[in-house]
């Protein structure tokens, strides 16, 4: 991929300034920050939900034991180690 120095950075907003005119560039910044922003939230989005399918499913019930009520929480910790006896 070539290099963009200063000076083709300076030709580039030129020609931006010459096509859109001077008061547009604050409507095209601002598409383009969202565009960005929306790109990134479902980049993130997308490793979550790698990172969620390589789980085990242990660790899984693990992770969503938190809103779970104590008595439920522990029975499932007592299946969890015994699952992971049998495995090893």
Known sequence: MPHLGPL???IILVIVIIVFGV???PQIGGAIGQSIREFR???RA???DEEEQEMTPSA???QSRASR???EVAEEEEEIADEEEEEA
Do not use: D, F, I, Q
Request: hydrophobic fraction near 40%; glycine fraction near 6%.
């Open 69 to 71: 009520p104590k008595r």
């Open 46 to 48: 997308a490793a979550e």
């Open 60 to 62: 899984r019930r693990r």
């Open 23 to 25: 008061g547009k560039l």
């Open 8 to 10: 083709e950075l300076v």
């Open 41 to 43: 939230a479902a980049s």
